[in-house]
């Protein structure tokens, strides 16, 4: 599912290799190559004077007329991996997937990076790092390689080496992709305050819209770990006048909605956004909050989505999945089992709420420790996260 690591794009479609770049996303979708050219992969749900569309027919009539031609090529994958995000839909990644891998015998340093973008998707995060690092051999300026590796440590929670990535970002002299590193490795590593400055001085330097929208988002998850509501709903409300949709934007806010027992808003809010398995997930939240008659509906089909990620092999759903489980089918022993697996993974806070929250459900304590033991560790100051650590009865 969508995380910090998807939510970077934004930064990185404006500031790393030319067009070349996650709520919690949806389940992985599988690469198809479409058996004609004259094949229709999606009728795409742009809104009026949305130039997306003709840009995708432009760029797939350029891989048309010239199917080796890998900047082409990548150009016409990178859109899809960018529509992905945007819409939280991960058929596109799939679209995006089965382009790069035409090339695998000869990668380009764009396709390279490509390819990391998508097996980081996948939580493919070991090989990932493997073909940032190897664009960073090649050339040890190129900024978007250090912005995914300082992206992918962070979600690992390996600061030190996030810090790293962030201080070559300062050496490179890209100060927006060094404000957004060095104020969530600051967030994440128990400097919140620390945090806001570090994202406001990017703030005040970004120019894209991608950019502050990508921004103003973590600046409104800092705020929200602060407890500040009124500040954190400020900066969502900036994010969203920006205008273009986001899927890590539309999951937080609406995370951040429920929080403050505002499940109507939601309902509102994700009307037209039951094809994300992760927004259908907080919608239907609310539905049920609500008591509309809908919830059943929206239930059903969520258990038939985890079920075929299942058959397809699909792992990176699970701590969605330990949501639904936890909070709609009121099965906190699944839950728990399935947030401790996703949490070997992926260690943000939402990772370690979902655990914690299931473990305190499940009367299984122990099975948060590493919940527990990274907030001791990193020093994270969310006061939310703290006391579910205390009502698991586990000691620090």
């Known amino acids: 599912m969508k995380s910090f690591i998807h939510a970077v794009l934004p930064v990185l479609i404006a500031s790393a290799i030319g067009a070349v770049a996650g709520a919690p996303g949806a389940a992985y979708g599988a690469p198809f190559t479409p058996t004609s050219d004259a094949t229709v992969l999606e009728r795409l749900p742009f809104r009026a004077g949305d130039t997306r569309s003709r840009t995708l027919a432009t760029l797939r009539a350029a891989v048309a007329q010239a199917p080796a031609d890998p900047v082409a090529s990548a150009a016409l994958a990178q859109a899809y991996f960018e529509l992905a995000l945007a819409q939280s839909d991960p058929r596109y990644v799939g679209y995006a997937d089965a382009i790069v891998v035409r090339f695998a015998d000869r990668m380009t340093p764009e396709l390279r990076m490509l390819r990391g973008s998508l097996r980081q998707y996948r939580h493919g995060f070991e090989e990932a790092l493997a073909d940032f690092e190897a664009v960073l ?51 994440y590593s128990g400097q919140l305050a620390a945090a806001g400055v570090s994202l406001q001085q990017a703030v005040s330097l970004a120019k894209d819209p991608g950019q502050r929208l990508w921004l103003h988002t ?59 398995d992760a927004l259908l997930l907080r919608l239907t939240e609310a539905e049920s909050q609500l008591k509309l008659p809908a919830a059943a509906a929206h239930i059903q089909a969520l258990d038939d989505r985890f079920a075929a990620a299942k058959l397809r092999g699909d792992t990176t759903h699970r701590a969605e999945e330990a949501r639904f489980q936890l909070r709609l089918r009121n099965n906190a022993a699944a839950a728990v089992r399935l947030a401790a697996q996703s949490y070997q993974t992926q260690k943000e806070p939402r990772d370690a709420r979902i655990l914690l929250e299931a473990a305190v459900a499940a009367k299984d304590g122990e ?27 586990v000691s620090p």
């Open 137 to 187: 051999l090649q050339d040890p300026d190129a900024a978007g390689a250090h912005a995914w590796r300082g992206a992918i440590f962070l979600v690992q929670a390996r600061y030190d080496k996030a810090g790293a990535e962030c201080a070559a970002l300062q050496r490179l002299q890209r100060p927006v992709l060094y404000g957004g590193c060095a104020g969530m490795t600051q967030a």
């Open 218 to 276: 973590r600046q409104a998850e800092v705020a929200s770990w602060q407890g500040n509501a009124r500040q954190a709903e400020q900066f969502y409300r900036q994010a969203l006048a920006l205008g273009q949709d986001d899927g890590y934007l539309l999951s937080a806010w609406s995370d951040f909605l429920l929080d403050q027992g505002r499940p109507a808003e939601v309902v509102t809010l994700l009307a037209n956004w039951e094809s994300s």
């Open 367 to 393: 099975a948060a420790r590493p919940a527990i033991d990274w907030l001791k560790n990193s020093g994270f100051e969310d006061v939310r996260l703290r006391v579910l650590a205390r009502e698991t009865k």
